[in-house]
Nanobody, 118 residues
Framework: QVQLVESGGGLVQPGGSLRLSCAAS????????MGWYRQAPAKQRELVAG???????NYADSVKGRFTISRDNAENTVYLQMNNLKPEDTAVYYC????????????WGQGTQVTVSS
């Protein structure tokens, strides 16, 4: 059974915008901190943005002021709005759910490619 489903990646010019979506199983979403990670070629996977069940957010310094994470608790979906994209934002972006009660499982989406290029 698929528990995290991502969409919204693609090719965009520098300065453009994209909105990523991640739909989660409700049983996971309601007890999890949600986040977006990315992995660029020849680099380690890094946290881009995270949001708790109560709506508290945090961002990597490289995306502050450009990216916004949000969650829709009725639709069990987390979003990443990406504005003023730069070539260095090019990476595979992964949705993550960290369960904060019970067995503390960690779930990942399949990844979606974001390419910023002229």
């Amino acid at each position: 059974q698929v528990q995290l489903v991502e969409s919204g990646g693609g090719l965009v010019q520098p300065g453009g915008s994209l909105r990523l979506s991640c739909a989660a199983s409700r049983s996971i979403f309601i007890i999890s901190t949600m986040g977006w990670y990315r992995q660029a070629p020849a680099k380690q996977r890094e946290l881009v943005a995270g949001i708790t069940r109560g709506g508290r957010t945090n961002y990597a310094d490289s995306v502050k002021g450009r990216f916004t994470i949000s969650r829709d608790n009725a639709e069990n979906t987390v979003y990443l709005q990406m504005n003023n994209l730069k070539p260095e934002d090019t990476a595979v972006y992964y949705c993550n759910a960290q369960v904060r009660v019970g067995n503390l499982d960690d779930y990942w989406g399949q990844g979606t490619q974001v390419t910023v290029s002229s």
